[in-house]
């Protein structure tokens, strides 16, 4: 009998089909992973087997743990396997520990609850599991809150939380997804060697084919609330037999078409010398002088016009807060952006208005970067407010019909609103409202992070298409070196507001010379390495 | 991935349909229609003439000629509330227009400039919440006299901070929306900004409060009225027969009665109102059931 | 730490200080003569300018000011126009029917609110909550000062158990007093408990909501303890920023309460003084309102503190 048995699981959430014949099985001491893309109902699966479904939720089928009825048993019964038997650990480390208990508190809790033991003697165990997931007393005692820790050290103690009464079975809902590529590296690290000490089972659920090739024995594959494919890892990943897991995988490693641009001998098109940003840090003391956290810490760098650029590194290294200032959304303490051989730092809105009009931006929300209560047409013309004179109505509809086609959808949608699109097409309307001034250089921050990998691969076309066809300069920000390797031809690598390494996207990946560079490409996740690697150790 | 959350749906269709099926926004929608359409009717017609004092008719109970009876002037006490519904229906409009009018630009200001003036309305608000607000109303209608537009003044003053305040904080939530990075991005300036992304945005919470400010604005003026600081006799007001009741209620407790309950009606009907508002337009905000 | 109690502090002194020139300047602009109120309109014109001296009104605005507030430092608030004694005592004879009712009736609201709202939140959408909720809708709408009205009809004319208003003091016991304070303190309570009640049970079930609880919940604690554990300890931030600001409600409402009841307390102190302009208890009166607003608040904010480690370390 295996630890876990899902058999013709469906679920629906009011009149809502959510999962659809749902068949899973996971044996002690093994790593499965479920992949889906959004949709997919992987975190739904996960959640019916803690019983924590929304209330509306209906569930129907057998899922047994180790012997045990889950649908059938009883809340006590639910109680008393969780935290015990079943651990969790869930996608948002930020938001997953109570603010006003200390860490301690939150892990010495459930193995009272669970074995009644003394505080102390709870204590002393959290002590320990804290110290087993990599935060020693020293620097870490039980009396810190979580808002001392980072996310990192968060998950860690969320981790300590699941593990800590050695469960047979963990659930990681995307345990690394809302962390940068390095940090999920050692978290992951983590996960699998828990996982080997304590046999337990262990069911990863991730969007990401390279994380899940790279921990998991066996891969569920999920769409629309049903499995396409499920098999030995290796084996599936590298034969990819169920069109769907093709899909999946050729979408993940998918580099546009696109010819590379050498570095010209133009005027540079964006000239950044010793950029500077400093922000305040609150006070310890009343009467100390004023301290500052240095967010950039003199970059300097270059773009040619048409060039594609980009700018990796770890969360918190400065490099949205060098995109803000090179947009003039922020104002630099120091140093000097040339765009286009005009100065940008301390301009007013007025002077802005000509350099504005050749610079545009694409964000990484599809969601939020819509006013909700305008109509695609009000929202794709914003940028229009930069010409002089101002073009007519009817200009401005065949504009906007324009920018449409240029990224792919149709003048008809004009009169929509952002809500009657899905994220992938938000994302096109975005690119939409960027170029319709037609300009000479676009800044995307994480333009592709928040979308599945299938349809990041169309939004890597059409960035690479229009790069192509209209001559446009990108400036990419991101913390996926496969995006960037995809789309760029150069990179800025930075590190603590510092740029430690440029030079060819290609050669600076596949022979990075800084630490940090290093860093990243060690812990950036490689699908074909991954399949690579398996196929290796399965021989 | 995390990027399901179903998005907001504008559109005037998808709104209407969800007011119709908000039952606390029907029940209060019908409410609040009725008092106000009281209040109009009392201009063109009442039962009986709020100003003539029949003596011999004093003090009688619910009958079929006065369904509420009459106060101690003989006057019928349905057609007061009629009347009287018209002062603090309008007591509290322009209570509640003088604070969105005074405070929305004042909020909307602070948030767009941060640093100083965002203090110096911080501090304003500290100032004015520090003084309890009928004590202030209080003072104010005694240095200016009693009567309907001090009471309006008084009440309104109060308003200002609530809506700077709600305001501020609506506005300082959309600003690091990337949707207003994008309009800056294009060039638009601050006022064009507020007016263009942040007021329809927080339109909807300004409604909400618009609502619940009103309610609070019918009690307050039924407290002054009360106090004899609103509107002065002859003009019939809610708070003004409570207090003429309180003295006979021995001998005429229905003389409490229906004012009290004209206020409670009305107060409830908005507050149902709002809270549908809230639910209707601001999906986020919505209470799962 | 340090630094949050200390910016609290001088937020709570600068209000204090703006809120002194306020009252002061209304007070300057308030027609009436309080020399000629004193003396009566018979006065001659040199017993007025001689009062007038006396009693420092001829002297600069800016010198008047800083007398009256450093007069008031140092618990000198004057002498009141009408009553021919000094403020304070008639604050000091007032607030001890004032102070017990506030404090009676902020309990009241409290034991009533809190329990009721998690008790509501807990059973989020059954019929115990929707009917509780219900009650509490009605609670808000019901102004606090007919409410007394009905309770005097029901408990004082129809059941006689207890004064329909007045005040006997506290030198005959301390039940003959409380007992004429029980009736006012419901009129102001209960409508206060209703919205205390609605915010608490939606502040719980914001909290509910969140991620941390679902943490919990995965420990294996069942939904009533972690609704103990968890929720409760979060839920506080909102509802007691409610009770700072109904604080100030509640000293408003003893103005109007107090005037229903006659009682012989602050708030029927300062609306006396005030229509018979009465100037100097007022300004008295009123400053005192304000400070023990601003102190309240500033309670409020400590406390604050000490619920959530978050504002403890912004040192």
């Given at each position: 009998m295996s630890l876990l048995e899902i058999e013709n699981l469906k679920l629906s959430i009011g009149d809502t089909p959510i999962l659809k014949d749902i068949d899973l099985t996971l044996e002690t001491g093994e790593v499965m992973g479920l992949v889906g893309e959004s949709g997919s109902g992987k975190s739904m699966t996960a959640l019916t087997v803690m019983q924590l479904l929304p209330?509306?939720?209906?569930?129907?089928?057998?899922?047994?743990?180790?012997?045990?009825?889950?649908?059938?048993?009883?809340?006590?019964?639910?109680?008393?396997?969780?935290?015990?038997?079943?651990?969790?650990?869930?996608?948002?480390?930020?938001?997953?520990?109570?603010?006003?208990?200390?860490?301690?508190?939150?892990?010495?809790?459930?193995?009272?609850?669970?074995?009644?033991?003394?505080?102390?003697?709870?204590?002393a165990r959290a002590r320990a599991i804290l110290d087993r997931v990599g935060l020693p007393e020293r620097q870490f005692p039980l009396t810190r809150y979580p808002h001392e820790l980072s996310g990192g050290q968060r998950q860690r103690v969320v981790i300590a939380i699941a593990c800590a009464l050695k469960p047979k079975l963990l659930i990681a809902d995307?345990?690394?997804?809302?962390?940068?590529?390095?940090?999920?590296?050692?978290?992951?690290?983590?996960?699998?060697?828990?996982?080997?000490?304590?046999?337990?089972?262990?069911?990863?659920?991730?969007?990401?084919?390279?994380?899940?090739?790279?921990?998991?024995?066996?891969?569920?594959?999920?769409?629309?609330?049903?499995?396409?494919?499920?098999?030995?890892?290796?084996?599936?990943?590298?034969?990819?037999?169920?069109?769907?897991?093709?899909?999946?995988?050729?979408?993940?490693?998918?580099?546009?078409?696109?010819?590379?641009?050498?570095?010209?001998?133009?005027?540079?098109?964006?000239?950044?010398?010793?950029?500077?940003?400093?922000?305040?840090?609150?006070?310890?003391?009343?009467?100390?002088?004023?301290?500052?956290?240095?967010?950039?810490?003199?970059?300097?760098?270059?773009?040619?016009?048409g060039q594609s650029k980009a700018l990796v590194g770890r969360s918190g290294c400065g490099k949205s807060t060098l995109a803000r200032m090179i947009l003039a959304l922020d104002h630099p303490t120091g140093g000097s952006i040339r765009f286009d051989g005009t100065e940008l730092t301390g301009r007013t809105e007025a002077e802005l208005k000509p350099s504005r009009r050749n610079m545009q931006v694409v964000f990484q929300d599809p969601y939020g970067s819509f006013n909700p209560r305008h109509k695609v047409e009000r929202l794709v013309a914003e940028p229009l407010h930069l010409l002089e004179p101002q073009p007519s109505p009817a200009d401005r509809r065949d504009r906007v019909a324009q920018a449409l086609v240029d990224v792919g959808m149709s003048p008809a949608d004009m009169d929509k609103y952002p809500h009657e699109f899905s994220g992938g097409q938000r994302q096109r309307l975005s690119i939409a409202r960027a170029v319709i001034t037609r300009p000479r250089l676009i800044v995307a921050d994480e333009p592709v992070s928040a979308l599945d990998v299938s349809i990041r691969a169309q939004i890597l076309d059409l960035f690479a298409d229009l790069n192509q066809r209209l001559g446009v300069a990108y400036l990419f920000i991101t913390h996926d070196l496969t995006v960037a390797r995809a789309i760029t031809d150069q990179v800025l690598v930075m590190h603590e507001g510092r740029i430690v390494e440029e030079g060819d996207t290609n050669r600076v990946f596949d022979n990075p010379r800084s630490d940090a560079a290093r860093a990243l490409v060690e812990a950036a996740p490689d699908l074909e390495r991954a399949i690579a690697r398996r196929l290796a150790a399965a021989q | 991935m995390s990027m399901e959350a179903p998005p907001p749906e504008n559109t005037p269709e998808h709104w209407l349909r969800l007011a119709l099926r908000n039952r606390s926004f029907l029940t209060g929608l019908l409410i609040t229609?009725?008092?106000?359409?009281?209040?109009?009717?009392?201009?063109?017609?009442?039962?009986?003439?709020?100003?003539?004092?029949?003596?011999?008719?004093?003090?009688?109970?619910?009958?079929?000629?006065?369904?509420?009876?009459?106060?101690?002037?003989?006057?019928?006490?349905?057609?007061?509330?009629?009347?009287?519904?018209?002062?603090?229906?309008?007591?509290?409009?322009?209570?509640?227009?003088?604070?969105?009018?005074?405070?929305?630009?004042?909020?909307?200001?602070?948030?767009?400039?941060?640093?100083?003036?965002?203090?110096?309305?911080?501090?304003?608000?500290?100032?004015?919440?520090?003084?309890?607000?009928?004590?202030?109303?209080?003072?104010?209608?005694?240095?200016?006299?009693?009567?309907?537009?001090?009471?309006?003044?008084?009440?309104?003053?109060?308003?200002?901070?609530?809506?700077?305040?709600?305001?501020?904080?609506?506005?300082?939530?959309?600003?690091?929306?990337?949707?207003?990075l994008a309009?800056?991005?294009?060039?638009?300036?601050?006022?064009?900004?507020?007016?263009?992304?942040?007021?329809?945005?927080?339109?909807?919470?300004?409604?909400?409060?618009?609502?619940?400010?009103?309610?609070?604005?019918?009690?307050?003026?039924?407290?002054?009225?009360?106090?004899?600081?609103?509107?002065q006799?002859?003009?019939?007001?809610?708070?003004?027969?409570?207090?003429?009741?309180?003295?006979?209620?021995?001998?005429?407790?229905?003389?409490?009665?229906?004012?009290?309950?004209?206020?409670?009606?009305?107060?409830?009907?908005?507050?149902?109102?709002?809270?549908?508002?809230?639910?209707?337009?601001?999906?986020?905000?919505?209470?799962e059931r | 730490m340090t630094a949050f109690i200390l910016k609290r502090l001088g937020i709570g002194l600068a209000t204090l200080v703006l809120a002194s020139i306020v009252v002061f300047a209304v007070m300057e602009i308030?027609?009436?003569?309080?020399?000629?109120?004193?003396?009566?309109?018979?006065?001659?014109?040199?017993?007025?300018?001689?009062?007038?001296?006396?009693?420092?009104?001829?002297?600069?605005?800016?010198?008047?000011?800083?007398?009256?507030?450093?007069?008031?430092?140092?618990?000198?608030?004057?002498?009141?126009?009408?009553?021919?004694s000094p403020v304070i005592e008639l604050i000091g004879e007032r607030a001890i029917v004032s102070l017990p009712l506030a404090v009676i009736s902020l309990i009241l609201s409290t034991l009533i609110a809190i329990p009721v709202g998690m008790f509501a939140a807990a059973r989020r959408g059954s019929v115990a909550d929707t009917s509780v909720m219900g009650v509490t809708q009605l609670g808000v709408a019901i102004p606090n000062?007919?409410?007394?009205?009905?309770?005097?009809?029901?408990?004082?004319?129809?059941?006689?158990?207890?004064?329909?208003?007045?005040?006997?003091?506290?030198?005959?016991?301390?039940?003959?007093?409380?007992?004429?304070?029980?009736?006012?303190?419901?009129?102001?309570?209960?409508?206060?408990?209703?919205?205390?009640?609605?915010?608490?049970?939606?502040?719980?079930?914001?909290?509910?909501?969140?991620?941390?609880?679902?943490?919990?919940?995965?420990?294996?604690?069942?939904?009533?303890?972690?609704?103990?554990?968890?929720?409760?300890?979060?839920?506080?931030?909102?509802?007691?920023?409610?009770?700072?600001?109904q604080f100030a409600f509640l000293l408003a409402g003893t103005i109007i309460i107090e005037n229903v009841f006659y009682l012989p307390g602050l708030g029927r102190l300062v609306f006396q003084a005030i229509t018979q302009r009465d100037l100097i208890v007022v300004e008295g009166v009123v400053m005192l309102l304000v400070a023990s607003v601003v102190i309240v608040n500033l309670a409020v904010d400590l406390t604050y503190a000490l619920v959530d480690p978050r504002l403890r370390a912004r040192a």
């Open positions: 209330h509306a939720a209906k569930a129907s089928g057998r899922v047994t743990f180790d012997g045990i009825d889950i649908l059938a048993a009883p809340e006590d019964a639910m109680n008393r396997l969780r935290g015990d038997d079943i651990g969790m650990v869930f996608q948002e480390p930020m938001t997953a520990l109570n603010p006003v208990k200390t860490i301690g508190e939150q892990v010495a809790e459930g193995i009272r609850w669970h074995t009644g033991a003394s505080r102390a003697n709870a204590e995307e345990p690394t997804t809302a962390l940068d590529v390095v940090l999920q590296a050692q978290i992951l690290e983590l996960l699998r060697d828990l996982v080997q000490e304590d046999r337990m089972g262990l069911l990863l659920i991730s969007h990401d084919l390279a994380v899940v090739t790279d921990m998991a024995d066996r891969v569920t594959i999920m769409r629309h609330g049903e499995v396409m494919e499920t098999g030995e890892t290796a084996r599936t990943l590298s034969q990819q037999k169920h069109p769907y897991t093709r899909q999946l995988a050729e979408a993940s490693v998918h580099v546009p078409d696109r010819r590379t641009k050498a570095g010209t001998d133009a005027e540079p098109l964006l000239q950044v010398t010793g950029a500077e940003k400093d922000y305040p840090i609150r006070r310890t003391s009343l009467f100390g002088p004023p301290r500052h956290f240095r967010a950039v810490d003199g970059v300097s760098f270059s773009l040619a016009p | 229609a009725l008092i106000a359409a009281m209040a109009l009717i009392s201009y063109a017609w009442t039962p009986y003439d709020v100003t003539d004092l029949i003596v011999a008719d004093r003090m009688k109970t619910m009958s079929a000629e006065h369904i509420f009876g009459t106060d101690h002037f003989g006057r019928d006490i349905f057609s007061m509330i009629m009347v009287g519904a018209r002062n603090s229906i309008a007591v509290a409009i322009v209570a509640v227009g003088v604070g969105m009018g005074i405070g929305v630009p004042l909020g909307c200001w602070a948030a767009a400039r941060g640093g100083f003036v965002d203090e110096a309305l911080m501090r304003f608000n500290d100032l004015v919440f520090a003084f309890p607000a009928l004590l202030s109303a209080v003072m104010i209608t005694a240095v200016f006299g009693p009567g309907a537009i001090n009471a309006i003044i008084a009440i309104g003053i109060f308003n200002v901070p609530v809506f700077a305040r709600v305001a501020r904080a609506g506005a300082l939530a959309l600003w690091p929306r990337e949707y207003v309009a800056r991005a294009a060039g638009k300036g601050k006022v064009l900004i507020t007016l263009e992304h942040i007021l329809p945005n927080i339109a909807s919470m300004l409604l909400v409060q618009g609502t619940i400010q009103f309610a609070l604005g019918i009690i307050a003026e039924a407290a002054l009225s009360y106090l004899g600081l609103g509107a006799p002859p003009m019939p007001s809610w708070g003004r027969m409570l207090f003429d009741a309180q003295t006979r209620m021995m001998v005429a407790p229905h003389l409490a009665i229906f004012p009290g309950l004209a206020i409670v009606i009305t107060v409830l009907g908005l507050n149902l109102l709002g809270d549908g508002l809230r639910d209707v337009l601001d999906p986020r905000l919505r209470r | 308030l027609p009436g003569d309080p020399a000629q109120l004193m003396l009566g309109f018979n006065a001659t014109e040199d017993a007025l300018q001689a009062l007038r001296n006396e009693m420092g009104l001829n002297d600069p605005v800016l010198w008047r000011y800083f007398a009256w507030v450093g007069g008031m430092l140092i618990g000198d608030f004057g002498n009141s126009y009408t009553y021919s000062f007919w409410f007394a009205l009905l309770l005097i009809y029901l408990f004082a004319v129809w059941l006689r158990l207890v004064p329909a208003g007045g005040f006997p003091g506290w030198s005959g016991g301390i039940w003959p007093g409380v007992r004429s304070l029980l009736l006012p303190a419901v009129a102001l309570a209960l409508p206060q408990a209703a919205i205390l009640a609605r915010v608490t049970r939606s502040a719980m079930l914001e909290v509910l909501g969140e991620d941390y609880i679902r943490t919990a919940r995965a420990k294996g604690m069942p939904r009533r303890v972690v609704l103990w554990r968890h929720a409760l300890r979060n839920a506080l931030i909102p509802v007691l920023t409610i009770m700072g600001l």
